[in-house]
């Protein structure tokens, strides 16, 4: 991108904003004290932040955002340097194909967008940023030995909105400390929820991960309550609020990393006091830590969903892993050329150039309404992260007959459980014309190969499976350093997809039974995700009580 070549004096005075006298008098100012000429203007008095930003906007055809962490994307931090961008007072937003957004304080300056250009290959669209955002932003995208002023910020004694270190355990002293800590140790670790859990004179702090419940620490119970009240009030609970059972959410962003997490709350009545769980959501560390056959099965999924316009049912249980297939999905799409919505009960990851509807509070009350403005938006493509009713699902059919893609998730046992359950909430020839493909999904943890042990074959597996099939060597969990003592190493994602066909589409305008889809699957060599599960026991992959768990 070239930003016109104005000067900032020419600009605001086509604007009528100041005098050619006040320029003079500001360029005087900004020698003699060795600063920028807008910061000269405004510390003369001759015009304000708002003003200067204003005309560079008017003038240049710019866009002011509000910069923060949630609209930045983690991919293309690296891209800028934090000794570059304190220099330039930039700050890279994210990449969408050979087009790379950025924001600065000051766009007149040309000799990074040149720079960033020449470097990647790319071309550089600017937005403006005010110089507090940048300076809020800074440290907390490049580290806390970073500030916008070029200094060792200050020591951060309170947890802030959303503001997140690492305390030593021995520092534990005040609330703001030890939920400082808590939360950066889960973070750091990939937690996926944090248990408090009452007892008669202690709180205990469990993690879990990877299904494993492990105690963190314990905390007395004066500690407990203030804790408790601190993250109420980082999920705008209200004080006042007198339900039993309360939820909540915030996000909170590492000061060390820059990493973000969406943390959901709930607040329930124990035995000695309140307790609470955390339920982490970390979209990014998920797809970072992806197993690549995992990531294999879901790229093959998203090259079948730009071939073909239509709905796709994506299905699973509860932590399945469906939110996580579903972002992946939508950074298929070149989000320039195409109109994305996402609705949503929990906005668990912001992703740039999209707009996304939330259900529930502080969002639409109904999904169908969300469902209905995603359509009259002129949307492209519409992900439905919290389908619940009829008339959603024969809407976006009817969409997506029209030339939209539409992804929906439900909760389904397989994938032919998923077309019966829409067969009678939709018409099957809509649902047949609409049609994409359905797909199901399980997340299985696997073992740990360092410390994973032999183990006889269960009892209850040999109700279940043939003879011949207990002669495998099996194993389970047992834990050590590498797997963080959980003895499992990560979760391996089990995909079952049926893609539209014209065979398919004459079974499903028929109305089928359960019995029948299953034939068709196995005609059509589609491995359930049950047999994908039995195959990686026998591999010794995944232990018994994993797959007597998930199935």
């Given at each position: 991108?070239?930003?016109?070549?104005?000067?900032?004096?020419?600009?605001?005075?086509?604007?009528?904003?100041?005098?050619?006298?006040?320029?003079?008098?500001?360029?005087?100012?900004?020698?003699?004290?060795?600063?920028?000429?807008?910061?000269?203007?405004?510390?003369?008095?001759?015009?304000?932040e708002?003003?200067?930003i204003?005309a560079?906007?008017?003038?240049l055809?710019?866009s002011?955002?509000?910069?923060?962490?949630?609209?930045?994307?983690?991919?293309?931090?690296?891209?800028?340097?934090?000794?570059?961008?304190?220099q330039?007072?930039?700050?890279?937003?994210?990449?969408?194909g050979?087009?790379?957004?950025?924001?600065?304080?000051?766009?007149?300056?040309?000799?990074?967008?040149?720079?960033?250009?020449?470097?990647?290959?790319?071309?550089?669209?600017?937005?403006?940023?005010?110089?507090?955002?940048?300076?809020?932003?800074?440290?907390?995208?490049?580290?806390?030995?970073?500030?916008?002023?070029?200094?060792?910020?200050p020591?951060?004694?309170?947890?802030?909105?959303?503001?997140?270190?690492?305390?030593?355990?021995?520092?534990?002293?005040?609330?703001d400390?030890?939920?400082?800590?808590?939360?950066?140790?889960?973070?750091a670790?990939?937690?996926?929820?944090?248990?408090?859990?009452?007892?008669?004179?202690?709180?205990?702090?469990?993690?879990?991960?990877?299904g494993?419940?492990?105690?963190?620490?314990?905390?007395?119970?004066?500690?407990?309550?203030?804790?408790?009240?601190?993250?109420?009030?980082?999920?705008?609970?209200?004080?006042?609020?007198?339900?039993?059972?309360?939820?909540?959410?915030?996000?909170?962003?590492?000061?060390?990393?820059?990493?973000?997490?969406?943390?959901?709350?709930?607040?329930?009545?124990?035995?000695?006091?309140e307790?609470?769980?955390?339920?982490?959501?970390?979209?990014?560390?998920?797809?970072?830590?992806?197993?690549?056959?995992?990531?294999?099965?879901?790229?093959?999924?998203?090259?079948?969903?730009?071939?073909?316009?239509?709905?796709?049912?994506?299905?699973?249980?509860?932590?399945?892993?469906?939110?996580?297939?579903?972002?992946?999905?939508?950074?298929?799409?070149?989000?320039?050329?195409?109109?994305?919505?996402?609705?949503?009960?929990?906005?668990?990851?912001i992703?740039?150039?999209?707009?996304?509807?939330?259900?529930?509070?502080?969002?639409?009350?109904?999904?169908?309404?969300?469902?209905?403005?995603a359509?009259?938006?002129?949307?492209?493509?519409?992900?439905?992260?919290?389908?619940?009713?009829?008339?959603?699902?024969?809407?976006?059919?009817?969409?997506?007959?029209?030339?939209?893609?539409?992804?929906?998730?439900?909760?389904?046992?397989d994938?032919?459980?998923?077309?019966?359950?829409?067969?009678?909430?939709?018409?099957?020839?809509?649902?047949?014309?609409?049609?994409?493909?359905?797909?199901?999904?399980?997340?299985?943890?696997?073992?740990?190969?360092?410390?994973?042990?032999?183990?006889?074959?269960?009892?209850?597996?040999?109700?279940?499976?043939?003879?011949?099939?207990?002669?495998?060597?099996?194993y389970?969990?047992?834990?050590?350093?590498?797997?963080?003592?959980?003895?499992?190493?990560?979760?391996?994602?089990?995909?079952?997809?049926y893609?539209?066909?014209?065979?398919?589409?004459?079974?499903?305008?028929e109305?089928?039974?359960?019995?029948?889809?299953?034939?068709?699957?196995?005609?059509?060599?589609?491995?359930?995700?049950?047999?994908?599960?039995?195959?990686?026991?026998?591999d010794?992959?995944?232990?018994?009580?994993?797959?007597?768990?998930?199935?």
């Amino acid at each position: 991108m070239t930003v016109e070549k104005k000067r900032l004096g020419d600009i605001l005075t086509d604007c009528n904003l100041i005098t050619a006298e006040q320029v003079a008098e500001a360029l005087k100012y900004q020698k003699a004290n060795d600063i920028r000429l807008g910061e000269a203007l405004i510390e003369l008095g001759f015009v304000t932040e708002d003003d200067i930003i204003w005309a560079l906007g008017n003038q240049l055809n710019l866009s002011c955002i509000h910069l923060n962490m949630d609209i930045i994307d983690p991919e293309v931090v690296p891209m800028i340097s934090p000794e570059f961008a304190l220099q330039y007072r930039i700050i890279p937003l994210y990449r969408a194909g050979n087009q790379l957004n950025v924001c600065m304080t000051d766009p007149l300056d040309s000799r990074p967008i040149e720079y960033l250009e020449k470097k990647y290959s790319v071309n550089v669209s600017v937005s403006i940023a005010k110089a507090k955002d940048f300076e809020a932003v800074y440290p907390l995208l490049y580290g806390q030995s970073a500030s916008a002023n070029g200094d060792m910020p200050p020591q951060i004694e309170a947890l802030g909105e959303g503001d997140m270190h690492a305390e030593s355990e021995k520092d534990l002293q005040t609330p703001d400390k030890v939920l400082n800590y808590i939360l950066s140790n889960a973070l750091a670790s990939s937690v996926e929820k944090i248990h408090f859990e009452t007892s008669d004179d202690n709180v205990a702090v469990r993690f879990r991960k990877h299904g494993v419940l492990m105690t963190k620490l314990e905390i007395p119970l004066k500690l407990h309550s203030e804790i408790l009240q601190r993250v109420k009030k980082l999920s705008n609970i209200p004080e006042d609020a007198a339900e039993s059972v309360l939820s909540g959410h915030f996000r909170v962003v590492s000061s060390n990393s820059g990493k973000r997490a969406y943390l959901s709350c709930m607040f329930y009545p124990g035995a000695e006091s309140e307790s609470l769980i955390i339920s982490i959501s970390d979209v990014e560390n998920v797809v970072n830590t992806m197993d690549p056959s995992s990531r294999e099965a879901i790229d093959l999924l998203g090259e079948s969903l730009l071939a073909n316009s239509g709905v796709l049912y994506l299905s699973g249980p509860g932590e399945s892993g469906k939110t996580v297939t579903q972002h992946i999905l939508l950074k298929k799409f070149d989000v320039t050329a195409s109109k994305i919505v996402t609705i949503e009960k929990n906005i668990e990851s912001i992703v740039p150039m999209v707009t996304q509807l939330k259900v529930g509070t502080d969002g639409f009350s109904e999904t169908h309404d969300a469902v209905k403005l995603a359509v009259k938006l002129d949307a492209d493509v519409i992900m439905l992260d919290c389908e619940d009713n009829a008339d959603s699902c024969e809407l976006l059919a009817y969409s997506a007959a029209g030339g939209k893609t539409v992804v929906i998730s439900l909760s389904a046992v397989d994938a032919c459980d998923s077309v019966i359950r829409l067969l009678e909430v939709v018409d099957p020839r809509l649902l047949a014309s609409s049609l994409c493909g359905f797909a199901h999904q399980r997340l299985v943890r696997t073992l740990c190969p360092a410390c994973k042990k032999p183990v006889e074959f269960p009892d209850e597996l040999k109700k279940y499976l043939p003879e011949h099939y207990w002669e495998h060597k099996l194993y389970e969990p047992t834990g050590c350093p590498q797997c963080n003592s959980t003895g499992n190493l990560r979760k391996k994602m089990l995909l079952e997809y049926y893609p539209i066909n014209s065979e398919l589409t004459e079974l499903i305008i028929e109305s089928p039974d359960y019995s029948k889809l299953k034939e068709y699957g196995a005609r059509q060599g589609i491995r359930s995700c049950e047999e994908q599960a039995l195959q990686l026991l026998l591999d010794g992959e995944i232990a018994p009580k994993e797959f007597m768990r998930q199935f």
